[in-house]
């Protein structure tokens, strides 16, 4: 199949000129169309609306043990939510801190209280001269934010088919104390929509660190977002706590999750979830901080969901509308970038992303071409630590807030950026 790289120069002279005519085009129609975040559409929230009124009167604000939920107390969650979280996390609901509205403050609070306190009677992280933190790329943004904001320092490991490429997180751990955590999206990880193999999830657990306070941060974000209802076209993930007590090392782990992208994310709930020890020690901390998160909110969730079935049901049909969406991109990218070349893309069975891979040293220059053409994308380098994608390749494709013809619109333009790019690249 002929490529972009296979033509002459005067034919790609020509075919540039065609792709900029078409831009042009394109940008006098004046679009404002945004792909940026990977937020739920308006009608996947409508699903949720119903929650609302499930908590209305003065009885329906008492929980199951009497608890009056409008009122101080019960710093680690109603038993209810805690029942309900741990189908999310697969733990016992012993086990687990329900909070507030975003596991990603969960997660900032624990890199926190290591730096602060230490974990389990280690020395406070933030004594240490310098320490590391491993990061698969590419990955998630916001996870790298956390971590820079403290001034961790990132080490990028390269993600594969399977997860991380565990050869390097093993050299890693093992020659090096000051590496402490990595960060894991194991399900339909973002960006690429990857799930863990077994064999990954079992040699984290199992992996020798030198830092005998290593923690892994398992983000469960997308542990039901599935895009496919059949059990056999939905991604399965060993339980990361269950290998490592297996391993013998059962407080390696903190385990996150939230309903964020399930109802609400301005008002959902969250969770962590550790060995009994760490959930100790979790509460412990919290105790100084807070009396308690939103029962109120934990309540009308349990009321609206109830429970792992109800929880399926519910994303079976967020999935009947984010399924069309994804479809579209991966089919919009296979008829406009099969015979251009230097091109890769994901198709994810899960999760709220597709990763797209560009010709080496053309991702800012799409990006840039889409954001003056009226399609606002993630930031080109954003999957990488500190933004920096040594490769200028890797673009975060976020299909779900658009209606279904607004982003069909949009990948029209991202496709034609792509050629436009690729083409002047070539041309020198």
């Given at each position: ?8 120069g ?13 831009y ?10 945004n ?22 009167t ?19 969650g109603l038993?209810?939510?805690k ?14 801190v ?30 240490y ?23 961790i320092?990132?080490?990028p490991?390269?993600m ?15 020659g ?8 894991c ?5 973002n ?7 077994d ?10 660190c030198?830092?005998d ?17 059949d ?11 269950a ?5 013998g ?70 999935a ?7 479809e ?11 015979e251009?070349?230097g ?8 999760g ?8 080496e ?6 990006v ?13 380098g954003?999957?990488?630590p500190?933004k ?14 658009p ?12 496709v ?13």
């Amino acid at each position: 199949m002929t490529t972009y790289a296979d033509l002459p120069g005067d034919e790609l002279g020509t075919l540039k000129a065609e792709l900029e005519a078409q831009y042009a085009e394109i940008k006098a129609r004046g679009l404002a169309l945004n792909m940026a975040r990977g937020k739920p559409g308006a009608d996947q929230l409508d699903l949720s609306m119903p929650m609302l009124a499930t908590v209305t009167t003065a009885e329906d604000c008492r929980a199951e043990d009497g608890t009056d939920c409008r009122n101080y107390g019960v710093l680690d969650g109603l038993p209810e939510a805690k029942r309900f979280m741990a189908c999310m996390v697969e733990e016992d609901p012993a086990n687990i801190v329900v909070g507030g509205n975003s596991s990603l403050s969960l997660m900032y609070e624990a890199v926190a209280r290591c730096l602060d306190f230490g974990t389990l009677g280690s020395k406070p992280w933030s004594q240490y001269d310098g320490i590391k933190w491993l990061c698969p790329t590419p990955g998630y943004d916001r996870h790298f934010g956390i971590t820079e904001a403290f001034g961790i320092e990132m080490i990028p490991v390269p993600m594969t088919a399977d997860g991380p490429d565990m050869d390097e997180v093993e050299r890693l751990v093992a020659g090096d104390a000051s590496v402490k955590g990595i960060w894991c999206v194991p399900k339909y990880s973002n960006p690429g929509g990857v799930t863990y193999s077994d064999d990954v999830v079992r040699r984290l657990a199992a992996m020798e660190c030198a830092a005998d306070d290593f923690r892994i941060f398992w983000d469960n974000a997308y542990c039901v977002h599935h895009l496919y209802d059949d059990a056999a076209d939905q991604d399965q993930l060993l339980d990361i706590g269950a290998a490592c007590r297996e391993a013998g090392n059962e407080h390696r782990y903190f385990k996150f999750a939230s309903t964020s992208k399930v109802t609400h994310p301005g008002s959902g709930i969250s969770a962590i979830a550790a060995s009994p020890d760490n959930i100790a020690e979790i509460k412990k901390r919290m105790g100084v901080g807070t009396i308690g998160y939103d029962k109120l909110n934990q309540l009308r969730h349990v009321k609206f969901l109830k429970d792992a079935d109800g929880l399926a049901a519910h994303m079976a049909k967020h999935a009947a509308i984010l399924r069309p969406k994804f479809e579209l991109v991966v089919s919009k990218l296979d008829e406009g970038l099969a015979e251009v070349g230097g091109c890769s893309w994901s198709s994810p069975r899960g999760g709220y992303f597709v990763s797209f891979d560009a010709p080496e040293g053309t991702a800012k220059r799409i990006v840039g071409l889409a954001k003056e053409a009226g399609v606002t994308m993630t930031g080109a380098g954003a999957t990488y630590p500190y933004k920096q994608d040594p490769r200028d390749s890797n673009i975060r494709i976020a299909p779900t807030l658009p209606p279904l013809a607004e982003l069909d619109a949009a990948m029209d333009v991202f496709v034609c950026c792509v050629k436009l790019a690729y083409a002047e690249k070539l041309l020198g």
